[in-house]
């Protein structure tokens, strides 16, 4: 499977994948938590610069979307880790696409480019306190140092290594 891979940052770019977004959603039984219009709330609570959006496409249509954030991990610990967009009002984070035939090579794809040179995230470390069961297999099968605390997910960067 034939995937690019684009990481749209900021509002704007956020707002210029809502049909696609909105598209793959009406063609999969998408939870209202990783719908755009309830992930749109969610980026309002963020600085601008720190919304990523990564998308995979086939063949010119969007098969995957995944809302990241970037945020101090407490207010205590200054460590700022990549976490998904809705994790502060969402029980549980879900990859737009997870019911994809293919979405665990997606999902591989995914987390190979974020963690290449040219990603503004490849310098932090995840923090997933409930994946879906879906994306915490991904994870779990992607990973190099996974660390589970109760449903928390927890990965260090490969950059800090």
């Known amino acids: 499977m034939q995937i690019q891979l684009q990481l749209a940052t900021g509002l704007s770019q956020m707002q210029a994948l809502k049909p696609h977004w909105q598209a793959l959603e009406n063609n999969t039984g998408a939870s209202v938590f990783i719908r755009f219009e309830w992930c749109w709330q969610q980026a309002q609570h963020q600085k601008p610069d720190n919304i990523f959006v990564l998308s995979a496409w086939h063949e010119g249509q969007c098969v995957a979307i995944l809302p990241l954030t970037t945020t101090h991990l407490s207010h205590r610990v200054n460590t700022r880790v990549v976490t998904h967009l809705c994790q502060r009002f969402t ?5 737009l696409g997870e019911d994809h ?3 665990a090579e997606i999902f591989a794809h995914m987390v190979q480019y974020l963690a290449t040179a040219n990603s503004p995230v490849k310098r932090f470390s995840w923090y997933l306190p409930y994946p ?7 994870f779990m099968k992607q990973a190099r140092s996974p660390v589970r605390v109760g449903n928390r997910l927890f990965i260090a960067s490969q950059a800090r290594r």
């Open 91 to 95: 029980d549980y984070q879900h990859l």
């Open 101 to 103: 035939p293919q979405a």
């Open 132 to 138: 879906s069961p879906p994306l915490n297999s991904y």
